[in-house]
Each structure stands twice: as C-alpha cells, then as structure tokens.
C-alpha cells in the first residue's frame, strides 16, 4: 500500500485515496490517513486514520499509484 494508491473497503463498497503513511519502522499498527470519498455515518469525515493491518484485513486496492 503506497501513498496515491486506491482503496476499497470490502464489505460497504467505500473507495478512499491513501494520503499519508506515516513512515519509520513499518509494522501492523503504522497509521494510514485516507481521504474517503463518500462520507456518511460510517466515515462522518472525509478524512480517516487507520491502521496497515485493519485496511489490509477489511479493504483491497483498486488501483496502484504510479
């Protein structure tokens, strides 16, 4: 997962665009910031932090960043 990168979240269908990851050692728990693209109770703000292991169990990538 990279930066640009994105998203879909499996089981509600949300798409979002990786932002940020912040870097250093790269673990489960590095935090993902994503701007989502439909914002609704689900994500009440377009902007969301999760960790590398929760988008890599609930989301998938739709399309690579160049």
Avoid at 34 to 48: E, G, K
């Amino acid at each position: 997962m990279n930066v640009g990168d994105i998203i879909r979240f499996k089981k509600t269908g949300h798409a979002g665009t990786v932002t940020h990851i912040r870097y250093g050692v790269i673990s489960d728990d590095t935090v993902v910031t994503l701007l989502v693209h439909a914002s609704d109770r689900l994500f009440p703000t377009n902007t969301v932090e999760l960790t590398l292991r929760h988008l890599r169990d609930n989301a998938e990538v739709i399309s690579e960043a160049r």
